[in-house]
């Protein structure tokens, strides 16, 4: 069964502070794909990122990071100086394979970032 | 500018009534895929098309139809079976692992459909 496990709902953080998304998968296969979408109020999701299971580097991009670590099953997000706009829900999500040569998406159930000025 | 679109922003649903949601893409991509999201919850998947005139439910199908008759559209029908049809619904579509070949490809979304229930 796949499955992806935001143990963090809701986090605060004051402006201008580092700080850490928690994303653990779960999946029997041995290639698969994750991903982080960010969804603002407005609501629409905005794709962050894309990595797959034989890539194991860490990438930045800008104050964004990812740490991708498959011993633990865990592909963490980090923003550095966080600013207001950053406040939304962040969702990790995981590819899987449905059959068919159809693959879905399994989402996590997202963290609510609130950054206070 | 290539994008999804979703419209109405807002619909109202009165009890026994079926409503069509619209999904509209021209980014040229084969597969279209519509989500239910729940507060507090994350996205699940209702129907999803990887080609024209052809679809296959996801994990949450019942008490939904979909059509894919047009390559840029994918229209979500919330029929009366759907008893609690309350929620945000989002599109989405993919270039598809038809012309990709590939797992994990990257779905892109449309500002999507909030539904109420009068």
Redesign the interface.
């Known amino acids: 069964a796949q499955k ?1 496990t935001q143990a963090q ?1 809701e986090i605060s953080v004051v402006e201008k502070e580092d700080v850490t998304l928690d994303c653990v998968y779960e999946t029997r296969d041995t ?3 994750l ?1 982080w ?1 960010k969804q603002p109020p ?6 962050l990122i ?1 990595r ?1 299971s034989f890539d194991e580097q860490n990438e930045i991009s800008g104050r964004y990071s990812w740490n991708f670590q498959k011993s633990t099953s865990s592909f963490n997000f980090t923003i550095t100086a966080s600013q207001v706009v950053d406040s939304a829900v962040y ?1 990790c999500a995981l ?1 899987r ?2 059959g ?6 399994t ?4 963290t609510k970032l609130s950054v206070i000025p | 500018d290539g994008g999804i679109t979703q419209s109405p922003k807002y619909l109202f649903r009165k009890e026994g009534q079926n409503v069509t949601l619209s999904c509209e893409q021209n980014l040229n991509h084969d597969a279209m895929y519509w989500y239910r999201q729940d507060p ?6 209702i129907y ?1 098309s ?1 080609i024209v005139n052809d679809f ?1 439910k ?1 994990d949450i199908a019942e008490g939904y139809s979909v059509s894919r008759e047009k390559k840029e559209s994918f229209p979500l029908t919330v029929t009366s079976a759907q008893k609690n049809p309350t929620a ?1 619904y ?1 599109c ?1 579509s993919s270039i598809g ?2 012309r990709q070949g590939k ?10 459909t ?1 539904l109420l229930v009068l």
């Open positions: 992806v709902t290639t698969y794909y991903f979408y407005s609501g629409e999701l905005v794709f894309r797959n969702f590819c394979y449905s068919a040569g159809s693959y879905q998406l989402f996590g159930k997202g | 507090g919850q994350g996205l699940r998947l999803y990887q296959q996801g945000f989002l989405a692992f038809i797992l994990g490809e990257t779905q892109y979304f449309g500002p999507g909030r």
